[in-house]
């Protein structure tokens, strides 16, 4: 009997949305499958106290060993992906089919004289033509009758249609016209089978034809002005395309197609594929693997098809395999597709329509198993254990790195140099850690130089911390100090604080990590040097080839590709990779979007953009006497003089010049920022860590 806290997933790991969920149990066997609205709250159920349980689910819950989840877009989908997989595992603990009922299906009649719609359930007969299954009866019967105003087959019992046709008068949908009345020989028994065999066509997905046509005949009763016919056939157009909207999980034109989606980052993917037949979902299944080469999304869709049908022939490779992205070239792809087959293989990305709806589904799925396995690998405790002593004992250290710091430098073409530091303590990332740093020692682009200063910055004000355990009082230097190291410090207590939150830089790492090879890391091993400290480890990772640095060492450190060490160090660099570059992006767009109106006292936005609504330009602004900028709502004599003084002292942005025909562009009113200077859109400010 097992524990079922020895497999409950965390709360965080669990997706609050629709989903199919299944229990295994040590031998892997489906024992049981629910589906449910949100599956966060209902899988919750299940590792309560097992005392609150009911007896069959607490036998349940300890004969499983596992428990697994498949994300849908609606409880629709979870209903009948649950069906599929009770009718494909039976397992064990599913109590519906205990009283040998099952789910519903929509069924027509075609072996008798006058078919019949009707709902069925039990084993199928020979010579009913099958739709479904359902998930409830009722929704079999709202679909019908939104289909009985196109198609008015018949729906009534033997014994009606029998009483009907002795009295010569037709049951109350014959009035309405929702039934054709073959009892009373409205219709031929042949024109009744042709409305039926047109019913089937539609519920087997063939519903472009019928739409087309009704669309057409409307056009045509109103172009010869008969209204009433044309909005009964608008109804019928509207009754067919609602009947369309309640299969939710059902494809056109009975659908044979795998899909597959993938989820990726730097490290890793995650492979999705839901297998289509006859038009719904019938299997799932998806992998994680790590990307050890540089490699496209065409690429990663390659290597699954060729994982997939690698052992397969025939009709076990689909007419249409639908994919995010294409391979490059395509051709040879869709040949070996072919030759595995027999046929044609069609090969391509859904645009519109289901195909693409349920595409949306199966990428759902394939993020949140990518989600997924990486919250199990960065929250589990031995996990993060192992890859910290794996780290230590790759570079040599005294004990495992409790607190790793790593830094990376961004920048464009040498504008806007920018660093971040973000912080990981015992495998984990403390966003509150995170810093960020504008290189201003020197112009340019020089990564060692970059690095050298920050090191030396960050460990400054450290040491700084560390000798007066007092608190940086911020005078607005971007650095956040008032002078250098020992200058405007103030009394403090300790390492906190008076909220209790640690200093800005009161604790040092065991470990610096630093985005690059040998250069850099001799750049941050001096800037330590120069400090005195000797206490703090040193290494660089390189991304071309992953391989570990150390300061003073001519071969790299190289771990191996399953190392959760390596995986680990490749995490924290490529979150300073991210945080560096989202604030490069930033500080470039607030650049693009200065102007001298910016350095005027008291003027905000609402101002300025009044200024630039009445003049039309900067240029125009430049050019304005004081008495005109006072005529502009809000802007008083002294806040006018004051803007001209500050446009007077700005150098005017160099005019844009048209590269075809060497003239001079004007500015043209609209196209300027809050600023006055054209805009420029950059990526928004993360707003998180500080700005040092």
């Known amino acids: 009997m097992a524990d079922p806290s020895s497999y409950r997933p965390k709360p965080g790991q669990i997706p609050d949305s629709p989903g199919v969920y299944r229990f295994r149990d040590e031998h ?64 064990r603990f599913n109590v519906k089919y205990r009283d040998d009922k099952s ?24 010579g009913v033509r099958y739709f479904g299954p359902y998930g409830h009866a009722w929704a079999i019967r709202d679909t019908v009758d939104l289909l009985l105003r196109v198609f008015p087959v018949r729906t009534c019992s033997a014994g009606v249609f029998k009483n009907a046709t002795r009295t010569g008068r037709p049951c109350l949908l014959g009035y309405i016209g929702k039934c054709s009345a073959p009892c009373v020989e409205r219709v031929t028994p042949e024109e009744h089978r042709e409305l039926a065999e047109e019913f089937c066509d539609f519920m087997a997905g063939r519903t472009g034809t019928y739409i087309r046509r009704l669309e057409k005949q409307m056009t045509e009763a109103a172009e010869e002005m008969e209204y009433e016919r044309a909005a009964r056939l608008r109804d019928d157009i509207e009754a067919l395309k609602k009947a369309m909207e309640k299969n939710a999980v059902v494809l056109a034109d009975a659908t044979d197609a795998d899909l597959i989606a993938v989820a990726e980052d730097e490290l890793e993917a ?22 050890v080469e540089e490699i496209t999304t065409g690429a990663l869709v390659e290597h699954a098809l060729q994982q997939l049908y690698g052992e397969e022939k025939g009709d076990s490779v689909p007419k249409e395999v639908l994919v995010p992205a294409l391979p490059d070239p395509v051709e040879p792809v869709q040949e070996w597709l072919a030759d595995r087959r027999g046929s044609g293989v069609s090969l391509r990305i859904p645009q519109r329509g289901d195909k693409k709806a349920l595409m949306e589904t199966v990428e759902r799925n394939a993020q949140q198993a990518l989600v997924l396995h990486k919250t ?56 509150s850690e995170y810093r960020r740093f504008q290189i201003k020692g020197f112009e340019g682009q020089d990564d060692v130089r970059s690095m050298h200063e920050v090191i030396n910055r960050r460990f400054r004000r ?53 985005d690059g090879g040998q250069p850099q890391v001799a750049a941050a091993k001096k800037a330590l040097d120069e400090l005195g400290i000797d206490d703090v480890a040193v290494c660089g ?82 050019s304005a006497t004081i008495d005109q900028i006072c005529e502009v709502p809000g802007i008083g004599r002294k806040t006018a003089e004051t803007i001209a003084v500050a446009l007077a002292q700005a150098a005017p942005a160099a005019p844009a010049v048209n590269t075809a025909t060497g003239e001079i562009m004007e500015e043209e009113p609209g196209t300027m920022g809050s600023g006055g200077e054209p805009v420029t859109t950059g990526a928004p400010d993360e707003r998180r860590g500080q700005e040092t």
């Open 28 to 91: 892997r066997r489906v024992i049981y499958v629910g589906k449910a609205k949100s599956l966060r709250q209902r899988l919750a159920n299940y590792f309560q106290d097992l005392a609150n349980l009911h007896p069959r689910t607490r036998t349940m819950v300890t004969t499983a060993a596992s428990v697994e989840w498949t994300v849908v877009s609606t409880e629709v989908e979870a209903l009948q992906l649950e069906y599929s997989w009770i009718k494909e595992y039976d397992p």
């Open 103 to 126: 789910y519903p299906y929509l069924a027509v009649t075609m072996n008798e004289e006058f078919p019949r719609v009707q709902v069925m359930r039990g084993q199928k007969r020979k």
């Open 270 to 291: 995650a492979v999705q594929i839901f297998h289509v037949r006859g038009g719904r979902v019938r299997g799932q299944r998806g992998w994680v693997t790590d990307k």
């Open 376 to 431: 199990k690998r960065a929250s589990d405790l031995t996990t993060r254990s192992r890859a910290l002593e794996e780290i230590a004992e790759a570079l040599d250290l005294d004990s495992a790195p409790l607190r790793i710091e790593c830094y990376d430098i961004s920048h464009l073409q040498g504008d806007d140099v920018v660093a971040s530091m973000v912080v990981f303590e015992d495998g984990l990332q403390r966003k």
């Open 462 to 514: 450290y040491l700084a911390e560390k000798e007066k355990t007092g608190e940086w009082v911020d005078d607005g230097h971007e650095d956040g100090l008032a002078g250098e190291a020992g200058e405007g410090l103030t009394n403090g207590n300790g390492l906190k604080n008076e909220d209790g939150r640690p200093k800005k830089f009161a604790y040092p790492p065991q470990l610096v990590v630093v």
């Open 541 to 622: 990772l390189a991304k071309r080839l992953e391989e570990v640095w150390l300061p003073d060492e001519d071969d790299p450190v190289v771990l191996p590709r399953t190392s959760e060490g390596l995986y680990l160090l490749q995490r924290v660099r490529d979150e300073a990779h991210r945080f560096a570059i989202t604030y490069q992006r930033t500080k470039r767009a607030k650049r693009f979007r200065a102007s001298p109106l910016d350095d005027v006292p008291g003027l905000g936005d609402a101002r300025k953009q009044a200024l630039l609504k009445h003049f039309g330009s900067l240029k125009k602004l430049r």
